[in-house]
Structure formats: structure tokens, C-alpha cells
């Protein structure tokens, strides 16, 4: 839905009368949804989980870096079919689902840093992780070496 404004507020977010909106400062557009509440089900649970794990891996300051470098690579490529990619979490939660379904031993809700460094895991760096298919290829992505 697009949404136009009046009195040019572009940093209006929030939730108003059952919608949701946001500012999208890489778009540079103001983004309106449906503000849904999901039911809770276990699903819901584990991927909070999950997403709690992910955090407490506390990547270095580089290893971001290089996700967002990506992030941009990829959005300008044309190997995106259409797919954006919004932010560095994005890009990061994306190859860590796609290696758990490569190592099906792996638990995204139990995985720690050591075990990812002792199992010489391809998610340490950007490179590796595109080497291994776990992010599609684009252009420059041979740079992306900072260990997470």
C-alpha cells in the first residue's frame, strides 16, 4: 500500500487505526501494513528462541561490516531475482537457517560461538558462507573475510 501524506511527516512510525507504519530510509518511503498480532504457537517460541541465540553469538564490529557490504552487493546485483535484502540481520539470519538445514546436527537454539569455531563452521566469515552456499554469489564478495 502506498501512503501519502499531507503535512510531509516522513518520520512518522508507528501503529494507528490497525495499521503499522515505518519509515524505509534505504527506500526512502513510508511503508504501511496490517498490524497483525500472530497467535502464539510453538513455532512462534522456538524462532524467539532461536533469534535469542543468535544475539548472544555477539558478532565483532567487522563481521557486521562485511554484512552490510553484502547486503549492498547484493542488492545492487542482479543475482536478487527480485529479493531485497534490508539489513545485515537479515542477510546474517538467512545463511545461519540455511546452515542449520546443511548440518542437520546443528541447533540454531543451542549453537555457541565455540562450537561454530571448533567445527570450522563456513558461517564464520561472509566469503566462506558464499563459498558454501549459504548466501547466494555476487560480485566482490572475495573481500569479505573478517572472522565473526
Known amino acids: 500500500m502506498k501512503a501519502k501524506f499531507k503535512n510531509m511527516l516522513l518520520g512518522y512510525t508507528g501503529t494507528c487505526d490497525g495499521l503499522v507504519y515505518y519509515f524505509n530510509r534505504r527506500l526512502?518511503?513510508?511503508?504501511?501494513?496490517?498490524?497483525?498480532?500472530?497467535r502464539t504457537t510453538e513455532n512462534n517460541r522456538r524462532f524467539g528462541r532461536v533469534a535469542t541465540n543468535l544475539k548472544r553469538l555477539n558478532l565483532s564490529e567487522g563481521y557486521r561490516q562485511d554484512l552490510k557490504v553484502y547486503v549492498s552487493l547484493f542488492n545492487a546485483s542482479m543475482a536478487n531475482e527480485g529479493f531485497t535484502?534490508?539489513?545485515?540481520?537479515n542477510a546474517f539470519c538467512k545463511l545461519m537457517w540455511k546452515l542449520a538445514k546443511l548440518y542437520p546436527g546443528l541447533d540454531l537454539e543451542f549453537v555457541t560461538r565455540a562450537q561454530i569455531?571448533?567445527?570450522?563452521?563456513?558461517?564464520?566469515?561472509?566469503?566462506?558462507?558464499?563459498?558454501?552456499g549459504l548466501l547466494p554469489r555476487v560480485g566482490g564478495y572475495e573481500?569479505?573475510?573478517?572472522?565473526m
Open 143 to 147: 573481500m569479505l573475510d573478517r572472522l
Open 85 to 89: 535484502l534490508l539489513s545485515w540481520y
Open 117 to 132: 569455531e571448533a567445527g570450522d563452521l563456513p558461517c564464520r566469515s561472509v566469503k566462506r558462507a558464499v563459498e558454501a
Open 28 to 38: 526512502n518511503r513510508v511503508i504501511v501494513r496490517l498490524h497483525v498480532r500472530p
